[in-house]
T-cell receptor, first 113, second 116 residues
Framework: GENVEQHPSTLSVQEGDSAVIKCTYS??????FPWYKQELGKRPQLIID?????GEKKDQRIAVTLNKTAKHFSLHITETQPEDSAVYFC????????????FGQGTTLQVKP | GAVVSQHPSRVICKSGTSVKIECRSL??????MFWYRQFPKQSLMLMAT?????????EQGVEKDKFLINHASLTLSTLTVTSAHPEDSSFYIC????????????FGQGTRLTVV
């Protein structure tokens, strides 16, 4: 089955700096890769997703890149703000079952003012 | 966006009792719902896939007789934790796929289960 590895587990940056979180996956059949932000005790919130027919997607300060050959994808947050502090999860699934998600281990991002 | 409602949000039960958690899609039909478990400071782990009108498919290592899943309609799936024990204490979250598929997953609010 699919296995998703996520690094780093914790990340601390100064406000205004960029943050990068990386994930690798094992199943070449996966073609949908969402990123979630989760605050303590809350449901995961989709912040951006990418499908395998594109290599990069951007939404304001957030971007995701995908390298299907290497089976890895990354989240880039620019101009970080204290409110970006949270736990971020990458995940992988297929178009046919976008809800059947295999999650990475999570990254705790701390943005210091 | 689509709304998935999960109840209860918190429940405390005694060891040995059963607890039912409901997951409802409020404004769309969901042929498939998913149940996840999240222990403190850990990731979400897929427990099972719930299909309307058929038996759930459980992930390896998840006891189907302990975690009973029923998906009787296109808008409701339930997870019953039977004979709960303290080690079952966790955050349980459901998600739903819209009938047409090929969209993002929509998550419920989650249920914090504490077994004492």
């Amino acid at each position: 089955g699919e296995n998703v590895e996520q690094h780093p587990s914790t990340l601390s940056v100064q406000e205004g700096d960029s943050a990068v979180i990386k994930c690798t996956y094992s199943d070449s059949a996966s073609n949908y890769f969402p990123w979630y932000k989760q605050e303590l005790g809350k449901r995961p919130q989709l912040i951006i997703d990418i499908r395998s027919n594109v290599g990069e997607k951007k939404d304001q300060r957030i971007a995701v890149t995908l390298n299907k050959t290497a089976k890895h994808f990354s989240l880039h947050i620019t101009e970080t703000q204290p409110e970006d502090s949270a736990v971020y999860f990458c995940a992988a699934s297929s178009f046919a079952n976008t809800g059947k998600l295999i999650f990475g281990q999570g990254t705790t991002l701390q943005v210091k003012p | 966006g689509a709304v998935v409602s999960q109840h209860p949000s918190r429940v405390i039960c005694k060891s040995g009792t059963s607890v039912k958690i409901e997951c409802r899609s409020l404004d769309f039909q969901a042929t498939t719902m998913f149940w996840y478990r999240q222990f403190p400071k850990q990731s979400l782990m897929l427990m099972a896939t719930s299909n309307e009108g058929s038996k759930a498919t459980y992930e390896q290592g998840v006891e189907k007789d302990k975690f009973l899943i029923n998906h009787a309609s296109l808008t409701l799936s339930t997870l019953t934790v039977t004979s709960a024990h303290p080690e079952d204490s966790s955050f349980y979250i459901c998600s739903a796929e819209a009938l047409l598929g090929n969209t993002e997953a929509f998550f419920g609010q989650g249920t914090r289960l504490t077994v004492v």
